[in-house]
């Protein structure tokens, strides 16, 4: 190799550096250890055995979905004959009459030691809910407000900023029952979770009580960003 050939990388890292452009990094180290999840915020009592009802909540198209799904497939019981299976919703709690509800949550006290439900807008009536769950136990998911206004979530007068704010708003409405609630509480970044879908499921069934079967269920396919997904489709055997 003569002069000129090993002054090549030279120029062209100076060149780089007169216009503004930053080498790229070098790859992240492996440490040999397990990758620690940092997309959720879980409160001190939040149980992990014992009688307790896991409630997913936040907002439409919000990954509320996404997380039922997950705590499903860890085995949590999420609904039976009434569960739909595009989402996840139990529709026995999908904005039925108070008197309802209360009566199908005494019937899964009595069938279930641990279950739950699932609903993006559970938030609406949960304050009048709450008093007959036993040992609540509340999952709020929050999602980017922009992302969420793309998919043309509320009501259709608004335009894409006040999108923004109407989902925005949810959320503040969302962590204001939670701390009129007091109760037990976890709150999930959906952007964090299928950015890392095994640390999360694995901090997330660590915190329900609940270990993942890898064998079983495709967790990765299930958390890959899409649109709805066929809970089926994703079960191993």
Known sequence: MNKSEK?????????NLVRGVRPAPPPP????????FKGFIASDDFLPEGPRTYIVFGSPRGGTTMVAGVARALGLFVGGAELNEDNNEDMLFAGRPLGEMRATIEAR????????WKFPTAGNYLADLLPQVRNPQLICVFRDSVATAQRKIGPKSLDDIGRVEWNMKRHMNNLRLLRAAKAPTMLISY??????PRPFVE??????????????????????PASYK?????RKN
């Open 203 to 224: 901090a997330f069934g660590k915190r329900i009580g609940l270990s993942p079967d890898y064998n079983a269920f495709d967790y990765d396919g299930f958390l890959a």
């Open 230 to 234: 066929a809970f089926a489709e994703y």
């Open 7 to 15: 002054l090549k990388p030279l120029r062209k890292g100076l060149g």
């Open 109 to 116: 006290n009595q069938n279930h030691e641990t279950w739950g």
């Open 191 to 196: 952007e964090k979770a299928v950015l890392s």
């Open 29 to 36: 180290k492996e440490s040999g250890r397990p990758q620690a």
